[in-house]
């Protein structure tokens, strides 16, 4: 069974930084196609960025400039750095993986294991 965790949220000024972590146990990392995804309260769940050794990287164009997503596979840890953060990134974020590479990556539909989520506040 995977599991995963994630770490490194906090409070923030408008134009921060902050870089969460997703450390993974229980399978086969390397193989796995990773995302990261946030929820605002009163909103549904809205896809990130995702990453994998076979697609590479891609971006909401909400965050694309201003995020990157990164893995080290010898960790096991998927990491999703932040700049210039706004009032509007404020949310809930949770890190995703999958086996599946079949499918569209910003489907929360697509991912089998989730972290728990660590909140991210951004004030202006």
């Known amino acids: 069974q995977v599991q995963l965790v994630d770490a490194g949220g906090g409070l923030v000024q408008a134009g921060g930084s902050l870089r969460l972590s997703c450390a993974a146990s229980?399978?086969?990392?390397?193989?796995?196609?990773m995302g990261w995804f946030r929820q605002a309260p009163g909103k549904e769940r809205e896809f990130v960025a995702t990453?994998?050794?076979?697609?590479?990287?891609y971006y909401a164009d909400s965050v694309k400039g201003r995020f990157t997503i990164s893995r080290d596979n010898a960790k096991n840890t998927v990491y999703l750095q932040m700049n210039s953060l706004k009032s509007e990134d404020t949310a809930v974020y949770y890190c995703?993986?999958?086996?599946?590479?079949?499918?569209?990556?910003?489907?929360?539909?697509?991912?089998?294991?989730w972290g728990q989520g660590t909140q991210v506040t951004v004030s202006s």
């Open positions: 990453i994998s050794s076979t697609y590479g990287t």
């Open positions: 229980g399978g086969t990392f390397s193989t796995y196609r």
């Open positions: 995703a993986g999958t086996r599946r590479y079949a499918g569209n990556p910003r489907e929360v539909s697509l991912y089998d294991y």
